[in-house]
């Protein structure tokens, strides 16, 4: 069983579309993040969930949404797609906190044409 | 704000070597973390340490957080083809739960 699992593994789309990210943990862990890992492999938090209420959203764009229907699902869903928000894209959740360790999803690569 | 450096950027090495990485921040931290990324993979985590001081060993892996409490190092000692990939350093305050960025990384190359 995959403890963090994200889907799709790969995301090639045309500038202007609107696509989702979905994420999924059965550790049962309390907090979720999603982070974007650049061309230069920075790692940049996005959003952090802690049983369904937000609480980190870093300087990102708005067209980027989070979405928690469950703490075991965190979903991105982003508008508007520009050539700029190609990177990857990794889920990951901690319990309870990021000292503790997370553990990160295999990461959705996202093209925008 | 805060500053995290993390260095070098990337080794080139051969097997059989020893390495060495950094992390130093310009914040006081309680928890030191490092990771490891293979390709096309999310990073692992593999050592955790709590407290200004400690040492701690996994397998080949060494770390050490600082007791100055703004910097860690990890080191990879006799080094294989496996140890090919880039390392991140991520500081946390456990009291916050504050997640923040990762260091820039450090990525490792092994000749065999």
């Known amino acids: 069983d995959t403890a963090v699992s994200q889907t799709p593994k790969y995301l090639v789309t045309q500038m202007g579309n609107d696509k989702s990210i979905k994420c999924e943990q059965n550790?049962?862990?309390?907090?979720m993040y999603w982070y974007k890992q650049d061309s230069k492999k920075f790692l940049k938090i996005m959003f952090s969930y802690n049983n369904k209420e937000l609480i980190i959203n870093e300087t990102v764009p708005n067209r980027f949404s989070p979405k928690s229907p469950d703490k075991a699902h965190l979903n991105l869903h982003i508008n508007s797609l520009e050539l700029g928000d190609s990177a990857v894209y990794f889920c990951?959740?901690?319990?309870?906190?990021?000292?503790?360790?997370?553990?990160f999803g295999s990461g959705t690569r996202l093209t925008v044409v | 704000g805060q500053q995290l450096n993390q260095s070098p950027q990337s080794m080139f090495i051969q097997e059989g070597e020893d390495v060495s990485m950094n992390c130093t921040s310009s914040?006081?931290?309680?928890?030191w973390l490092w990771y490891k990324q293979d390709p096309g993979e999310g990073p692992v985590l593999l050592i955790a340490l709590y407290k200004a001081g400690e040492l701690t060993s996994n397998g080949r892996l060494t770390a050490q957080f600082g007791i100055t409490r703004k910097d860690s190092f990890l080191n990879i000692s006799a080094s294989i083809p496996s140890d090919v990939g880039i390392y991140f350093c991520?500081?946390?305050?456990?009291?916050?739960?504050?997640?923040?960025?990762f260091g820039k990384g450090t990525s490792l190359l092994v000749t065999p």
């Open positions: 914040s006081i931290f309680n928890t």
């Open positions: 550790l049962g862990h309390d907090t």
């Open positions: 990951a959740s901690s319990h309870p906190a990021p000292a503790y360790g997370y553990t």
């Open positions: 991520h500081p946390s305050d456990s009291n916050s739960g504050y997640a923040l960025n």
